[in-house]
């Protein structure tokens, strides 16, 4: 089995300022990892996901994230932050392959962007 | 394409009562998965099925839930008796699952907005 552990439930940042959400996960298999983001009153979006290949990741509106393999980390990343990136924030993990119909989500991390 | 559809969005219904939820999925996905999720956690999984195959329901919180996908196409997630406990926010998602030389490839799921259910 997986899991996920987000190591912050909230986290406040001035605007322009970096951020990093943090995610561990714990697996006896190769995993594909999943970061996802929601907005107040929307469903969950698909930020960016590591398959395979290079270990950084990177999405459309800044956000970055790197697999560590030994450290069983996938922390997400933002050199910048925006008010509109106000949002709760989740970690998730499949099983590679055959076992990867089920996503295991961490609690999640909100993040507050402070004008 | 409009995405993954739920309906109701919002539902109150009284202890005891039967509530039913309905999802539609993104037309070319052949998976459809329910999840729950609760105040202050994760999404956490229910169900899938493969066209209109259930293939994994051993996740299912109880009896009182079911869930049908009798085409291939909408699905709907049924809970009888319900209890103050399944008040939730219960989520579909769906996604296209690829054989890539005989190994199924990684599946990225696409949510909707969810159905929360209040049970009074």
């Known amino acids: 089995a997986q899991s996920v552990t987000q190591l912050d439930s909230q986290v406040p940042v001035f605007e322009e300022a970096p951020v990093e959400l943090r995610c561990n996960y714990s697996?006896?298999?190769?995993?594909?990892l999943f970061w996802y983001v929601q907005y107040p009153n929307q469903g969950l979006q698909l930020l960016l996901k590591?398959?395979?290949?290079?270990?950084l990741v990177e999405s459309i509106n800044g956000f970055e994230a790197e697999f560590n393999k030994s450290q069983t980390s996938f922390h997400l990343r933002k050199p910048s932050v925006h008010i509109s990136d106000t949002a709760e924030y989740f970690c998730?993990?499949?099983?590679?392959?055959?076992?990867?119909?089920?996503?295991?989500f961490g609690k999640g991390t909100k993040l507050s962007v402070i004008p | 394409d409009t995405g993954v559809s739920q309906n109701p969005r919002h539902k109150i219904t009284k202890r005891g009562q039967n509530v039913t939820f309905r999802c539609d999925p993104i037309?070319?996905?052949?998976?459809l998965y329910w999840y729950r999720q609760t105040l202050g956690q994760g999404p956490e999984f229910l169900t899938y099925?493969?066209?209109?195959?259930?293939?994994?329901k051993s996740r299912l919180l109880s009896d009182r839930f079911s869930a049908e996908r009798p085409k291939g196409s909408f699905s709907t997630l049924e809970i009888q008796r319900t209890e103050q406990g399944d008040s939730a926010m219960y989520l579909c998602?769906?996604?296209?699952?690829?054989?890539?030389?005989?190994?199924?490839?990684?599946?990225?799921?696409?949510f909707g907005a969810g159905s929360r259910l209040t049970v009074l």
């Open positions: 998602a769906s996604s296209l699952a690829r054989r890539q030389g005989g190994v199924s490839g990684a599946n990225v799921l696409t």
């Open positions: 697996s006896s298999v190769s995993v594909y």
């Open positions: 590591y398959l395979s290949g290079s270990t």
């Open positions: 037309s070319e996905h052949n998976r």
């Open positions: 998730a993990v499949s099983r590679s392959g055959a076992g990867s119909y089920q996503l295991t």
């Open positions: 099925f493969q066209n209109e195959a259930q293939l994994e």
